[in-house]
């Protein structure tokens, strides 16, 4: 499979003029001071929000599961009461279930936990998830991660006075534990590691957890693999770089491990990397952010190809100071990261990665942007996507206190860029976190903090529905009164966002010469870049210009269509002959009844009924044109014909007869027989 990466820099793009914000509403409720929030959602933007407040002198994590729309539950409290807890995090597959995990401060040694969340949100037990021995070795840095198949990994790092190891366990879908392993031997010290959920080779399969993590400093630094298998084995330490000749990535940190919809990992992270300058094919050093790309079932190995997701150019440095990733329910991963901008500030930059086709194989890519805002200083960068390509990412200003906080963070897409920076009843603001439903709804949540200190968790929803109506006019022009003519309108959502559609309704001073058919079908919410169509059927009634109005209603706006037609004092007759082709011998006649109606809604005037035959072959009885008068609407008349096949048919040659319908105020019809003559 080919790997390729575009250097695609999104530097301006235009903003979202009809995009709509609500303000910032708190779903923690009254009560003492709330910090670090957290939010995680399901593919419908279903998400539980939590944080940490303390409640009767002891530190709680608590929650709320909020609808993309701002509505939400009841507040929970997950972790057991009489206990110091902090760092909660949260993790939601696509249904909605989710796990929220914290640190208890209470035990021996501050120690892991976690609720599990039912779809429904039935919340299970608080389950011990590490040991609180030995005796000091605190928990910290929870990472989690959650399979399609119920089960969950949980890893941490544990501080054993010298170094930092990594622990991680497999959650059954029962909610029982599995090992709790050590994946690391407490000799070199690790960051903070990340867990991901592998999905099955085999569909239907169970999944295995993938966890990564940064250790070492200088010359001893790497990046770290083992992963716990389905059967709750443990596979053998990997080490991604071979550093045969110094090191290859040199102090990394913020290990993220996401996978893609279809299996393949995605493994970022940030270091001083060795690169091939390839003007002087001599290797330089560079901060980059990293990606490792593996496809589905692939293992981790020493030496795989691990790509420079940033701009890394020979003699210009890009330093960056943290980084995030996210992976998204039936698309591929996404990145940020804090570029230190050469000059001073910094930058939040995003990254995504592409699958496409090619000759029928897969092949990835990777761009860069858009760049989401600039400030000073950034910290504590947050980034969601959906599968559609609309994302939300922000940051931190920390200030130049300690408290004095600000969040910043745009939602962008295709269609731009919408920058936000929270404000209401508050002054600072920090923790920022992102969901955005399948369908480009969104949510930003975080902490909003008041001029006591007082901490809030506040979400923010984004909608934007749109309505289009095509077309805005229409002329019918003439028709024949009483004659229907028929049209269609189509309904478009070109937002962002669902559009519903609340009503559809003719009015109009004519509106009872028009009618609507199959409009019912679209009142209806109506997914972004989709069409609804339906007829609109006027029916002239007199010679005057008549007109109407088709309203369409929406959440997104109303438009209107108007409607114009002129009726035609005119009408439409039919002529049918019975039975059709015949033959006969010489001298032998044959008979033709011919019907005659007026399908339209005024009389037919003068109608007449004229024969066109071969004369020297055949003879019409009677009068070639006959006259029937006025014939009124509706009205049927049956006229009988009578042909001779005479000698100078010949024989075997099919000879055409064609009456011929006329009116003063119809277009002329005609129907047309064959008559040959048969026999010696």
């Known amino acids: 499979m080919a790997a390729l990466v575009l250097g695609c820099l999104m530097?301006?793009?235009?903003?979202?003029?009809?995009?709509?914000?609500?303000?910032?509403?708190?779903?923690?409720?009254?009560?003492?001071?709330?910090?670090?929030?957290?939010?995680?959602?399901?593919?419908?933007?279903?998400?539980?929000?939590?944080?940490?407040?303390?409640?009767g002198g002891f530190d709680v994590i608590q929650g709320t599961k909020v609808q993309i729309d701002g509505t939400q539950g009841s507040i929970l409290t997950f972790?057991?009461?009489?206990?110091?807890?902090?760092?909660?995090?949260?993790?939601?597959?696509?249904?909605g279930s989710a796990m929220v995990g914290w640190i208890n401060d209470d035990g021996a040694s501050n120690f892991v936990q976690t609720v599990s969340i039912a779809t429904d949100g039935t919340v299970g037990p608080v389950t011990d998830r590490s040991d609180t021995l030995p005796v000091g070795n605190d928990a910290e840095d929870i990472s989690i991660a959650l399979g399609?198949?119920?089960?969950?990994?949980?890893?941490?790092?544990?501080?054993?006075?010298?170094?930092?190891?990594?622990?991680?366990?497999?959650?059954?879908?029962?909610?029982?534990?599995?090992?709790?392993?050590?994946?690391?031997?407490?000799?070199?010290?690790?960051?903070?590691?990340?867990?991901?959920?592998?999905?099955?080779?085999a569909e239907g399969g169970p999944y295995s957890y993938r966890i990564m993590w940064p250790q070492g400093t200088g010359a001893d630094s790497n990046v770290a693999n083992r992963d716990i298998n389905s059967d709750d084995s443990v596979s053998d330490l990997v080490l991604v770089f071979a550093n045969t000749d110094g090191p290859d990535c040199e102090d990394p940190f913020d290990v993220h491990v996401t996978y893609g919809a279809d299996g393949s990992l995605n493994a970022f992270w940030v270091c001083y990397r060795k690169t091939l300058d390839f003007t002087t094919f001599e290797y330089f050093y560079n901060w980059s952010a990293q990606l490792?790309?593996?496809?589905?079932?692939?293992?981790?190995?020493?030496?795989?190809?691990?790509?420079?997701?940033?701009?890394?150019?020979?003699?210009?440095?890009?330093?960056?100071?943290?980084?995030?990733?996210?992976?998204?329910?039936g698309g591929q991963p996404a990145a940020a990261w804090i570029h230190d901008l050469d000059g001073g500030g910094q930058r939040l930059e995003t990254y995504r990665v592409f699958v496409w086709q090619v000759d029928g194989k897969p092949v990835w890519g990777g761009r860069t942007g858009p760049f989401i805002t600039e400030a000073t200083n950034l910290e504590s960068p947050a980034i969601a996507?959906?599968?559609?390509?609309?994302?939300?990412?922000?940051?931190?200003?920390?200030?130049?206190?300690?408290?004095?906080?600000?969040?910043?963070?745009?939602?962008?897409?295709?269609?731009?860029?919408?920058?936000?920076?929270?404000?209401?009843?508050?002054?600072?603001?920090?923790?920022?976190?992102?969901?955005?439903?399948?369908?480009g709804r969104s949510m930003a949540a975080f902490t909003a903090i008041d001029g006591s200190s007082i901490g809030t968790a506040r979400v923010m929803t984004f909608t934007d529905p749109s309505l289009r109506v095509d077309p805005d006019s229409f002329n019918y022009g003439k028709s024949a009164i009483g004659e229907k003519r028929t049209t269609y309108i189509t309904i478009g959502s070109n937002g962002q966002t669902p559009n519903n559609v609340t009503g559809i309704t003719l009015s109009g001073a004519n509106a009872g010469r028009y009618a609507l058919s199959g409009a019912s079908d679209c009142v209806k919410q109506m997914q972004p870049n989709t069409n609804c169509r339906f007829k609109?059927?006027?029916?002239?009634?007199?010679?005057?210009?008549?007109?109407?109005?088709?309203?369409?209603?929406?959440?997104?706006?109303?438009?209107?269509?108007?409607?114009?037609?002129?009726?035609?004092?005119?009408?439409?007759?039919?002529?049918?002959?019975?039975?059709?082709?015949?033959?006969?011998?010489?001298?032998?006649?044959?008979?033709?009844?011919?019907?005659?109606?007026?399908?339209?809604?005024?009389?037919?005037?003068?109608?007449?009924?004229?024969?066109?035959?071969?004369?020297?072959?055949?003879?019409?009885?009677?009068?070639?044109?006959?006259?029937?008068?006025?014939?009124?609407?509706?009205?049927?008349?049956?006229?009988?014909?009578?042909?001779?096949?005479?000698w100078r048919a010949h024989r075997g040659v099919k000879l055409p007869v064609t009456f011929v319908l006329r009116s003063n105020n119809t277009v002329v019809r005609q129907a047309m027989v064959r008559v040959w003559r048969k026999g010696r």
Not at 41 to 51: C, F, I, N
Not at 414 to 421: A, Y
Request: net charge positive; aromatic share 6%; proline share 5%.
């Open 11 to 55: 530097l301006a793009a235009p903003s979202l003029a009809n995009a709509t914000w609500t303000s910032p509403t708190t779903v923690s409720g009254i009560g003492s001071s709330v910090s670090q929030t957290q939010v995680a959602g399901a593919s419908d933007g279903t998400s539980w929000v939590v944080w940490k407040r303390n409640v």
């Open 79 to 95: 972790s057991p009461a009489n206990m110091d807890s902090t760092d909660p995090v949260v993790s939601s597959r696509a249904d």
């Open 148 to 201: 399609d198949d119920g089960t969950a990994g949980v890893t941490w790092r544990r501080d054993n006075g010298v170094n930092f190891y990594v622990q991680a366990v497999m959650v059954a879908a029962d909610g029982t534990s599995g090992t709790i392993h050590d994946l690391t031997d407490g000799t070199i010290s690790t960051g903070a590691p990340s867990v991901g959920a592998a999905p099955p080779v």
């Open 292 to 329: 490792l790309r593996l496809e589905k079932g692939v293992l981790v190995s020493t030496g795989a190809t691990v790509t420079n997701a940033s701009p890394t150019v020979y003699g210009v440095p890009y330093p960056i100071s943290g980084l995030t990733a996210t992976q998204t329910y």
């Open 385 to 439: 996507m959906n599968a559609l390509g609309a994302g939300m990412s922000g940051a931190v200003d920390p200030g130049a206190i300690p408290g004095q906080s600000t969040v910043s963070f745009a939602r962008f897409s295709g269609s731009g860029i919408d920058s936000q920076t929270p404000s209401g009843s508050f002054v600072y603001s920090d923790d920022p976190g992102f969901v955005v439903a399948e369908d």
């Open 536 to 646: 609109v059927v006027f029916t002239p009634g007199s010679t005057a210009t008549q007109t109407a109005q088709v309203s369409v209603t929406s959440e997104g706006g109303n438009e209107v269509t108007n409607l114009s037609g002129i009726g035609l004092n005119q009408t439409r007759n039919r002529i049918t002959v019975s039975p059709g082709h015949r033959s006969a011998r010489k001298g032998r006649v044959v008979r033709f009844k011919v019907k005659v109606s007026n399908r339209g809604g005024v009389t037919s005037n003068s109608t007449r009924i004229c024969v066109n035959l071969r004369k020297r072959a055949l003879k019409l009885a009677g009068n070639r044109c006959r006259s029937l008068g006025n014939l009124a609407v509706g009205a049927t008349r049956t006229l009988n014909y009578r042909i001779r096949v005479t």
